[in-house]
């Protein structure tokens, strides 16, 4: 069903970091505009709503899941194992990467690859795209026509991989323009973000160049930084005059509210300093981390120093689009159980806040999208109680701790389900 409606459900919202509503017996009422009117228990839905079409369902509706980090490219290399970021990136990955200058290939992806996240449950994710100008097209329109709230860019290197992945820097940035011109913000669900692959592929001039672009359209950057020992090693020796990892970026201006920096493990005090000084945010990539052994992420250092981060997937070496998945791998990754309230809210509403996203999606608030989505749980619990008698905090642990990935049974996008006509 399309909006208008009403759904009656068991109802979980996001409300912080450390709290949600949670509503046994709730009900969302949403507009014609696939806006949400209403949020709240059965019993408080206003009169005025009553003559909304009507949904009942015994699944759980929450909020849709926001994807931070993800490469389209690499959809088909999930589970591809390499014993270093760099091998994999040689053995795998770039020879992948190739063959996206095969429209067919870039179209039979892209469409593979957004049904899957709506399979997942994600509603809004940041993607990285392919080199290839035409691919980037093809992933824009095909983004377009699943309905998808789809952040991307094409990625820029100039140095530092095979040379059919390189453009030169102008050529690299000139296409970067006409993508922007052509698809940032041509509808509300689609915008351009600014894609160096990472510092070590790219040469200073590229940087600048994106940094000024970035900055000429009011688009997002997303790149990596500080994902392993390699890697960073290797940026030492190719930007020997800057002062770490995040001033390659800082210098290049490349930080700003609208950044996000996939992974960033492997930091330090002074680096922190500088991504809270410029307001820029980290998506963590767990599942990502665990398949190549890149290291354990700090989460109590970013959240010392009030970094925005989000959760993401991080396909191809992270081994799933569940976000579901990747909210359980955020707790094994530190080596301890978290609350579920934290891995909710990082793949909900603070998956939202890290890509300035707060105020359209990433809860169930009146007046936000109705970026939506239920799932199955099972119905049997410790000592005997109903779906209808658990806690806040016991829902939460059933999302996060005991659902499957494969479980996601309905998903809308501002109010309009997925697949419906």
Same mark, same amino acid.
């Not at 053995?91 to 469409?111: C, G, K, S, W």
């Not at 820029?280 to 398949?291: E, G």
């Given at each position: ?43 408080? *839905?206003?009169?005025?709503? @009553?003559?909304l079409? #009507?949904?009942? +369902?015994?699944?759980? !509706? =929450?909020? $849709? ?13 999930r ?110 669900? *689609?915008?351009?973000?600014? @894609?160096?692959?990472? #510092?070590?592929? +790219?040469?200073?001039? !590229? =940087?600048? $160049? ?32 800057s002062?770490?990892?995040t001033?390659?970026?800082r ?65 191809g ?10 909210m ?28 300035g ?26 000592r005997?109680k ?8 016991e ?23 997925a697949?419906?006509?």
């Amino acid at each position: 069903m399309n909006a208008p409606f009403r759904i009656h459900a068991p109802v979980v919202s996001p409300s912080g970091r450390d709290r949600i509503a949670w509503h046994p017996r709730g009900v969302v009422a949403v507009d014609e505009d696939g806006r949400i009117l209403f949020r709240g228990d059965e019993d408080d *839905l206003p009169e005025s709503l @009553t003559a909304l079409p #009507a949904i009942s +369902c015994g699944d759980v !509706l =929450l909020p $849709g899941m926001i994807d931070a980090h993800v490469h389209l490219p690499q959809f088909d290399c999930r589970g591809k194992f390499g014993a270093t970021l760099m091998e994999w990136l040689d053995r795998f990955i770039y020879p992948e990467e190739m063959r996206f200058a095969q429209e067919t290939v870039a179209r039979d992806t892209a469409r593979r690859f957004y049904h899957a996240l709506l399979e997942a449950g994600t509603t809004t994710a940041m993607v990285y795209g392919s080199v290839h100008e035409r691919a980037t097209h093809i992933a824009f329109e095909e983004a377009e026509r699943a309905g998808l709230r789809i952040i991307l860019g094409n990625v820029l290197m100039d140095r530092g991989a095979p040379a059919a992945l390189l453009l030169s820097t102008k050529e690299a940035l000139v296409a970067s323009e006409r993508l922007i011109e052509t698809w940032h913000r041509k509808t509300p669900l *689609l915008s351009y973000a600014i @894609t160096p692959r990472f #510092a070590p592929t +790219c040469t200073p001039e !590229l =940087l600048r $160049g994106a940094g000024a672009l970035a900055a000429k359209h009011d688009t997002w950057v997303q790149t990596h930084i500080n994902e392993t020992s390699g890697e960073i090693a290797r940026v030492r020796e190719l930007f020997p005059e800057s002062a770490h990892y995040t001033g390659v970026y800082r210098e290049a201006g490349l930080l700003g509210d609208r950044t996000v920096l996939g992974h960033n493990i492997h930091t330090d005090d002074e680096q922190m300093e500088v991504l809270r000084e410029h307001n820029c945010a980290v998506a963590h990539c767990p599942d990502s981390n665990l398949f190549l052994g890149s290291g354990r992420f700090p989460l109590e250092r970013h959240e010392q120093y009030g970094i925005r981060t989000a959760l993401g997937s991080d396909v191809g070496a992270g081994t799933t689009l569940s976000m579901l998945h990747v909210m359980r791998t955020m707790s094994y990754v530190q080596g301890r159980s978290l609350h579920p309230f934290l891995p909710l809210f990082h793949a909900t509403l603070g998956g939202a806040e890290a890509l300035g996203l707060a105020n359209e999606t990433g809860s169930l608030e009146v007046g936000k999208s109705a970026d939506m989505i239920t799932v199955h749980v099972e119905r049997q619990f410790c000592r005997g109680k109903t779906l209808q008698d658990l806690s806040d905090v016991e829902i939460a642990s059933v999302l996060v701790y005991r659902t499957p990935e494969t479980v996601v049974r309905r998903v809308w996008i501002r109010g309009k389900e997925a697949g419906s006509a």
